[in-house]
């Protein structure tokens, strides 16, 4: 009876209190953290203000995998249950009153906290995030995964006052007490819990001021202070943009900007904090391949669509992602001109138009959607929805319903009821179009950018043309290529038609100055003819490492006697963040006959296989490990490096390696390997190898 009471209870209190909580209003925290990075550990003190607005007696917070030393109301001990998922708390509270609960506890967080090269000897490689969109924070503080109930939250971190430490809101004051420092931030406005963040590292800033008036803080790492241009290039552009776009005031105090290593996304936008990718860090070179603009455009847009105004559950999720999306597209518009817009919608509409196609089409409304549903399609809406209601409707829309519902939650029906006050015309055509289908309508999306851009409408015409003549088709592409300036008409005709070109056509192509089509010509050629050796070998020069990867690689293949010339060309380039250039620079050079010399043949090969460390970022591993298993036998050590991969906290990464030891143990001789180095692991490694080896 004891065994079934506590499953009862463990039932009943899992349904009752995954609900909201109508009956009580949190409306304001102080928080107090301790970052431990040595366990790993969150020591932390949290204190609530909460108003019951109707009798009840008994409140909870979620809290996942938490200690509690102390569990106080106003001051006083308070019974609670402790469930491991949520602290309860049971107290008859009276309506109207206020209330302050006071936590103190610990946890070691399974998720969401991550704590990076604490565990290695390289100096300056130290780093605490978080990434707590969802509902995911109450990993670290008991809070709220419900994401309508919205907070205040007031955040003092305490730590080495060696670090630097930047969290949401603004940095009130600091106190140091011998090696410690504590950063006290404070927020003005309330906000969903999973918006909460900070990091922690070793970081240089750039402050100054919006147009606006709001401080700006770009941090960037100590040795990188040459990549900090072209990283936040446009950021005040952008931001300056975006606010007059809207038309709605930054609602946050300051905006911060943080790049950390191995984030799980490309960017996450915590209020008035976004923390990004270090991928996205780059030098001026990697800029046309790479570069921060739309996801800095979009997280920023968030700030408005997402964290001013919050969608009530996942059913409203275009109210967050497609507006973001939207925006960023509105923001390039804004830097790089309509026709970069215009073709970007183009490719977006391709990619909805192939997922409809196949059957695979998704609504709006649908909570499990797709990213590219929720983002492309929900910027499309938007795009269509602006047509129908004309520039002026459109923005006074958008403010009205920003004022309406800022800082609280809102579903799709909010938004459309706010946006239907400014036309005449019904908005059910399009609800059921563009939110409720499943197609995309990609007929009607071609004709409107016909409409919208000439370049677009020529190559339309282009295709049409081609599918329905007999006549000579390289003919009509030349036709158009001659009388048209437009780069992206020739790179898109390169992309498209590159295997029913003549050799003489791809020779005048190449005499062009625009890298994105040289950068066509050269990704979408299998074999170089001889006849166009020379212009593959002056891809070499281009300001854009794709195109220098991708070229080395081609004409090392294509031309053997001429590989040593083409590695001497290209050493010492590094590449991307992702180091795409020196990683297949290595693997060639170890590989070229007669090139290095013996000791020169071991260094380089050491680096190659180095590459495979927890000290490099998971973009690097990931390549390395590409590019080693297709021909050379992985060591032990990259083995090893195999396995800590496999319990990554990027799912991407992890899945990557995951499969690849899948692969390899289907290789008696490698799954032999693998038992004999399980016994050199501990913790989650040792149980992930043991569940694939399938030993005891």
Known sequence: MNFINSLLFFLLTGFLFSQPQPSVDFYKADIEITPDPDYKRINGKVTYSFKALNKTDSVFLDAKNMDFSSVLLNGKKVRHTNTKAKIIFYKKLKADKTYKLTLNYYTIPEQTVYFLGWDDSIPDNNQIWTQGQGKYTSHWLPSFDDMNEKVEFDLSITFDKEYEVIANGKLKDTLLKDSLKTWFFDMHKPMSSYLLAFAIGNYNCNRFKSKSGIPMELYYYPEDSLKEEPTYRYSTEIFDFLSDEIGIAYPWQNYKQIPVRDFLYAGMENTGTTIFSDGFVIDRVAFVDKNYVNVNAHEMAHQWFGNLVTEKDGNHHWLHEGFATYYAQLAEKKIFGEDYFYWKLYESAKQLQKLSSQGKGEALTNPKASSLTFYEKGAWALHILRNILGDIAFKEGIQSYLNKYKYSNVTISDFIGEMQKFTDSDLMEFEQTWLLDTKFPYEKVKKLLSESSGDLKTY?????????????????????????????????????????????????????????????????????????????????????????????????????????????????????????????????????????????????????????????????????????????????????????????????????????????????????????????????????IKSKLEVE
């Open 460 to 688: 339309f015409e282009l295709q049409w043309e081609l599918t329905s003549s007999n006549t000579n088709n390289e003919q009509l592409i030349k036709n158009v290529w001659d009388n048209n300036s437009s780069p992206r008409i020739k790179e898109n005709i390169i992309l498209d038609y590159h295997k029913s070109l003549s050799e003489s056509f791809l020779k005048n192509a190449f005499t062009t100055k625009d890298l994105q089509t040289r950068q066509a010509l050269c990704i979408t050629a299998d074999r170089i003819p001889s006849g166009l050796k020379n212009q593959f070998e002056s891809l070499l020069q281009d300001n854009s490492y794709i195109t220098i990867e991708n070229a080395l690689y081609r004409l090392w293949i294509s031309y053997p006697n001429d590989r040593i010339t083409y590695l001497e060309k290209t050493k010492g380039i590094i590449g991307l963040p992702n180091k795409n250039v020196r990683l297949l620079w290595l693997f060639l050079a170890v590989l070229t006959k007669d090139y290095l010399n013996d000791v020169q043949k071991a260094d380089y090969t050491e680096e190659l296989f180095g590459y495979t460390s927890a000290v490099y970022s998971f973009e690097v591993r990931q390549n390395a490990f590409s590019l080693l298993v297709e021909v050379f036998p992985l060591t032990d050590q990259n083995l090893l490096d195999l396995i800590n991969a496999s319990v990554h906290h990027s799912w991407q990464f992890r899945n990557f390696a995951r499969n690849l030891i899948e692969r390899l143990l289907k290789d008696d001789k490698q799954k032999e390997r693998f038992l004999k180095l399980s016994k050199e692991l501990k913790g989650k490694e040792l149980r992930y």
